[in-house]
């Protein structure tokens, strides 16, 4: 499957439109992610306050040897989203593959991470493949016959509602096929004081990357969105165990998008993430419903993360 910049534009204008003109307003977390959107979430990645990244790390670093002992070596190593590099690292120095099998839906990006792996790891054959994952797709013909191992780290399921996320764990079910497991990076539920920081960074790279799409749709779509007239706000709903971003109007605002008008009063928002976070019985229950048997786990010594290995 390829998608080209003109698919992606279409896509792009057809959800901002879309979200715009919804009551309350919300735009899909993808479009955060361009060019500077990415290199912000970098950023935000090595923040004190943002603790995922670095615990995920550090519980891979720990559970390394076991989940090789697990899935037992030659696995091709599926990953989802191949934008974690270090932790990539970690897993295929440990595990022994037979490939790798790094997925994104950018070409661009995947060229980039398929080179730096290749010289990390001479012999490993690497298959970068462009597809949405959210829709079973077929893998390489290299790997017909060889057991998997898919890898979707970063707690990226916890940005879908819990219907698409069994959906999404059913169709990586689908994709891998009978006798393949799954390592998978979820985060917990926790106390507020740890999770708004997180989210509400005291340097606002969180608020810059939140108000970046602004921009976006003013370059991309011709907007004329004030964005002195928006500020980043984090906040925690507590009945759907979510971290929720927004983008509040700090005014009455009317702008023009594409020829279209909208308007928000002073107060109102567009709700631009979800970052759903799970217990661990939660987590087992959200793997059972999407095809995934629970293997093992594994958390840090606070019970931040979880990292988790399942089986189908
Ligand atoms: C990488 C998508 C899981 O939800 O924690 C970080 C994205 N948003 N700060 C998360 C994010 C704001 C991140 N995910």
Request: hydrophobic content about 45%; cysteine-free.
């Amino acid at each position: 499957m390829r998608s080209t910049v003109a698919d992606l534009t279409a896509a792009f204008r057809y959800d901002i439109m879309e979200g715009l003109s919804l009551a309350p307003k919300a735009i899909p977390a993808r479009w955060l992610y361009d060019r500077r959107g990415s290199a912000l979430f970098e950023a935000i990645t090595l923040l004190p306050e943002y603790y995922p990244t670095r615990t995920e790390r550090s519980i891979l670093a720990s559970a390394a040897s076991e989940i090789a002992a697990l899935a037992g070596p030659g696995r091709a190593v599926i990953e989802f989203g191949s934008g974690s590099s270090a932790k990539t690292r970690l897993l295929l120095a440990e595990t022994e593959p037979s490939a790798y099998v790094p997925i994104d839906i950018s070409g661009e990006f995947l060229r980039e991470v398929a080179v730096g792996l290749s010289h990390a790891f001479p012999g490993l054959p690497i298959y970068p493949t462009e597809a949405d994952f959210t829709y079973p797709f077929a893998l390489p013909d290299e790997i017909a016959s060889t057991a998997r191992l898919g890898f979707f780290p970063g707690s990226t399921i916890g940005n879908l509602t819990v219907p698409a996320a069994v959906d999404l764990l059913r169709a990586m079910a689908v994709t891998l096929g009978a006798g393949s497991m799954l390592l998978i990076g979820i985060d917990r539920i926790k106390d507020q004081d740890v999770l708004l920081p997180a989210y509400d960074d005291a340097q606002g790279l969180t608020a810059a990357f939140n108000l970046n799409l602004l921009h976006r749709i003013n370059r991309e779509l011709g907007g004329s969105i004030p964005l002195g007239a928006f500020r980043h706000l984090a906040r925690w709903n507590d009945a759907e165990a979510r971290i929720e971003m927004h983008l509040e109007a700090t005014r009455d605002v009317r702008f023009e998008v594409d020829g279209r008008v909208f308007s928000l009063s002073k107060g109102e928002t567009i709700h631009t993430e979800n970052s759903l976070k799970y217990g661990r019985r939660d987590a087992f229950v959200l793997l059972q419903a999407g095809g995934w048997h629970p293997v093992a786990d594994w958390t840090d010594d606070s019970g931040l993360f979880s990292v988790i290995l399942a089986e189908q």
